[in-house]
């Protein structure tokens, strides 16, 4: 079946910091991704999304970069500070011609002072 | 986040008891998907519907669960006889104001449903 994992379930930095979240995807028909950052209590907040017809795509302090051939995506986030702490998702949409979402388990950052 | 909204924030109710969840597109938008969390998990999509239509309910327990979307209002996810499992965040997402594409959604504040 379609499935989105994460390969770190948490990750530490010192604020300053570049951090680097994986996403694994194994449907190759998925065609658009989204990168969600989640604060506790809260709803999902776009961060940043990329199509399959891209290989990058950057944002204000994020990068995403997709791998198709081996169903990998990432977010980079440059010079991490202490509010970007959160559970960050990938999710993909793959085969419908509407937008419903595959999330994956989530990657908790922390950032240190 | 900022233009869908969803109420309840918090619900609590006894087992047996029904739950209704509600939730209000960003403005313009008539597409809302439903998505259920789990302590420590991440979301799982329930279902999806325009105005007055379902258009996938793949995601949705096949007893008990129901959802519409009707020509006024906002969109509701019932929940009845409710049990200790239901208990999750559901969230609700619309495509941002401006965009055409539906595949872009932005997220509520959710609802947080505690079975008791």
């Known amino acids: 079946g379609e499935s989105v994992g994460l390969h770190l379930p948490t990750l530490s930095v010192q604020e300053g910091d570049n951090s680097i979240i994986n996403c694994a995807y194994s449907?190759?028909?998925?065609?658009?991704f989204i990168w969600y950052k989640q604060e506790s209590g809260k709803g999902p907040q776009f961060i940043i999304d990329?199509?399959?017809?891209?290989d990058k795509r950057q944002g204000q302090r994020v990068t995403v970069l997709l791998n198709k051939t081996v169903k990998h995506l990432s977010l980079q986030i440059a010079a991490t500070q202490p509010g970007d702490s959160a559970v960050y998702f990938c999710?993909?949409?793959?085969?419908?011609?509407?937008?419903?979402?595959?999330f994956g388990q989530g990657t908790i950052l922390t950032v240190h002072p | 986040n900022a233009g869908v909204m969803q109420n309840p924030r918090h619900l609590v109710r006894r087992r047996g008891q029904e739950a209704r969840l509600r939730c209000s597109p960003m403005?313009?938008?008539?597409?809302v998907y439903w998505y259920r969390q789990l302590p420590e998990e991440g979301l799982k999509f329930m279902v999806y519907?325009?105005?007055?239509?379902?258009?996938?309910e793949s995601g949705m327990p096949k007893e008990r669960f129901s959802a519409e979307f009707p020509k006024e209002g906002p969109s509701i996810l019932r929940i009845q006889q409710v049990v200790r499992g239901d208990s999750a965040a559901y969230f609700c997402?619309?495509?941002?104001?401006?965009?055409?594409?539906?595949?872009?959604?932005?997220f509520g504040p959710g609802t947080r449903l505690t079975v008791l």
């Open positions: 990329i199509r399959s017809n891209m």
């Open positions: 997402a619309s495509p941002p104001q401006g965009r055409e594409s539906t595949d872009t959604q932005y």
């Open positions: 449907n190759s028909a998925s065609d658009y």
């Open positions: 403005k313009g938008h008539s597409h």
């Open positions: 999710a993909e949409k793959g085969g419908t011609s509407y937008g419903k979402l595959t």
């Open positions: 519907l325009q105005k007055e239509n379902i258009i996938d």
